[in-house]
């Protein structure tokens, strides 16, 4: 069912244009989520355009959001699909908190260094 609940959430930000769709499969890392898909919208207002776009399309397939964070500002928004977490956001936003890079980091990759 991850499969096709990926597939709505991907095909619902092409939709509005979403840059920068990166998936990421972290079953391995965490039994929160099987999936963390992160995108970036140009402006505040697309952003917001993205996530509502997200949640609407979810919804008609038949799969019920639990939660939606950050639509008031739109610099980052959260969309909890259960399964598949969504996180919508600007590109500094984005650049700053590494989302990626943070989930793509699994134990026992880096070495901590004795000081």
Known sequence: MT???NQVVI???EDIKAMD???LDVSDLTDVMDTLVVASGNSNRQVKAL???VVEECK????QPLGVEGLETAEWVLVDLGEV???VMLPETR????LEK???VRPGDQQHQKT
Do not use: C, M, P, T
């Open 3 to 5: 499969s096709d609940l």
């Open 11 to 13: 095909d619902a930000l």
């Open 95 to 98: 650049k700053f908190y590494e």
């Open 21 to 23: 769709i990166v998936v």
């Open 60 to 63: 008609k397939a038949g799969f």
């Open 85 to 87: 977490v969504v996180h």
């Open 51 to 53: 996530a509502d776009n």
């Open 102 to 104: 943070l989930w793509s």
